[in-house]
């Protein structure tokens, strides 16, 4: 285990995760201020929902790919397990970075 590799790509994967999420402010698929509490499920955008679930999962897959390609292993068993420590390694530093309040920036998800 190549916990470089594993770290480089948690912070790939909040680095792309938080691009996406500003990206999301800026073309109007999140909505910003008052009106951006999700209330219930039919005042929701489903565009919103969109760009959230797929922002989510091309963030998480750059970081597992970056965090393959550090480790350099041609096998793709052990290529995927560094992918995955590194989303294991991402989702808590997410936590932290919504329980310190920066949550608003990587958009709903």
Not at 15 to 41: C, D, F, H, M, T
Not at 47 to 54: G, H, I
């Amino acid at each position: 285990m190549s916990w470089s590799a594993v770290w480089v790509g948690a912070l790939t994967a909040t680095a792309v995760g938080l691009v996406i999420g500003l990206i999301g402010i800026a073309i109007g698929a999140y909505p910003v201020g008052p009106e951006a509490r999700i209330v219930n499920w039919r005042s929701y955008q489903l565009m919103a929902l969109v760009w959230s679930v797929c922002g989510a999962f091309f963030a998480f897959v750059a970081g597992g790919w970056v965090a393959a390609r550090m480790r350099g292993e041609p096998r793709s068993e052990t290529a995927i397990l560094h992918g995955a420590v590194a989303w294991l390694t991402t989702v808590p530093l997410m936590l932290v970075f919504a329980a310190l309040g920066a949550a608003s920036f990587f958009g709903a998800w």
